[in-house]
């Protein structure tokens, strides 16, 4: 459950790791997952992490059906793995280059009465670095 590949670039003095994630579907399968990542990657200052998350981690990430976002323990393991690496959602960094204007969602159910979008898919960025 779940997957991640990383590659990392050293250019000069400097590292640049990039993950790519699919989490599991569970959130304690995805608390697990994200305590492995802190433990798994090598420590450098500058990553990108993109990829399916499977969770909410705003109330923006969702537009209609439930609103349950990452809750618990699964959302303190979130929590330290952005910490760890200085994580930060590209989306609401205002010096974040981006072509789209508006929040794009990544998932569309038309199953529950509507349409219900869901922002699964993110990228976050350190927080520190110079992209």
Known sequence: PGRAQY???????????????????GNSERKT???????LLPPIENWCVGGDFNMLERISDRTGGS???VHGQELASWECF?????LM????????VRTEQSLKYSRSDRR??????????RFYVSKFSRF
């Open 67 to 69: 609103r349950i976002m």
């Open 112 to 121: 529950n009465n509507g349409v219900n979008l869901s922002r699964l898919d």
């Open 82 to 86: 952005c910490f760890h690496f200085h």
């Open 33 to 39: 997952f994200w305590d492995q990542l802190i433990t």
């Open 89 to 96: 959602d590209a989306w609401i960094i205002n010096s974040f």
């Open 7 to 25: 590659v990392i670039l050293h250019i000069k003095d400097e590292s640049i790791g990039f993950l790519n994630i699919y989490a599991p579907n």
